[in-house]
């Protein structure tokens, strides 16, 4: 079945520790997104990527870090630049991003120790 | 800037009665439109979207939104709700050639 998958489902990062979240998708899809949603505020952008080998800043993109070396895979590094963490983390894929349907892996939860 | 809005961040219905969650848009351009729903601790799920193709859009699990544009509204409804719907649901529009924007959401509670 297609799909996307993150991993781990819970994170927990120490004071000064930089953590990576695993996104993966096999719906052969260009475009990827990663979302930080915290109780009432909704989601909030990241950063996406339209294609491999790039990708843009979001709304909120301090404190974070991604790279795009395949077009399955979206990593995001939490940084110990980021210094209020603690938040569910989604991501996401669509065809393009021009009015295409995202779709979304089941989450992260992050915690700070 | 384009921006959705969602009245309530909380409606509470008994089980049975009507599902009425609100979202108004502002688009400088014909926007497409959709609703996701999210379980609790799970990712989201597309409910329905709306190309321009028909205002009248029916989607999973019973639910439909209508596109009104003179009032920049793209509300979803559901005749009956069940104890299953309760969870949060986003409105979000993509106007143009633009990524989407997401409301900040409206936790539906279902009381029996």
């Known amino acids: 079945d297609g799909g996307i998958t993150q991993s781990p489902k819970y994170l927990f990062r120490k004071e000064g520790q930089n953590v990576t979240l695993s996104c993966e998708q096999n719906?052969?899809?260009?475009?990827m997104y990663w979302y930080r949603q915290d109780p009432g505020q909704g989601l909030r952008l990241i950063y996406y990527?339209?294609?491999?080998?790039?990708?843009q800043k979001g709304d909120i993109a301090e404190g974070y870090s991604v790279s795009r070396e395949k077009k399955e895979s979206f990593p995001l590094t939490v940084t110990s630049a980021q210094k209020n963490p603690t938040a569910f983390y989604l991501c996401?894929?669509?065809?393009?991003?021009?009015?295409?349907?995202?779709?979304f892996g089941p989450g992260t939860r992050l915690l700070v120790l | 800037a384009q921006s959705v809005t969602q009245l309530g961040s909380h409606v509470s219905v008994s089980e049975g009665a009507l599902v009425l969650l609100r979202c108004n848009y502002s688009?400088?351009?014909?926007?497409?439109l959709f609703w996701y729903v999210q379980y609790p601790n799970q990712g989201l799920q597309l409910l329905l979207k709306?190309?321009?193709?028909?205002?009248l859009v029916k989607g999973i699990n019973g639910f439909e939104a209508e596109f009104k544009k003179s009032e920049t509204s793209f509300h979803l409804t559901k005749p009956s709700a069940h104890m299953s719907d309760a969870a949060e649901y986003f409105c979000?529009?993509?106007?143009?050639?633009?990524?989407?924007?997401f409301g900040t959401g409206t936790r539906l509670l279902v009381s029996p």
């Open positions: 990527s339209q294609i491999v080998n790039d990708f």
């Open positions: 979000a529009v993509s106007p143009g050639f633009q990524k989407l924007v």
């Open positions: 688009s400088s351009v014909p926007p497409y």
């Open positions: 709306y190309t321009s193709a028909a205002t």
């Open positions: 719906l052969n899809h260009d475009a």
């Open positions: 996401a894929s669509s065809i393009g991003t021009s009015q295409e349907t995202q779709y």
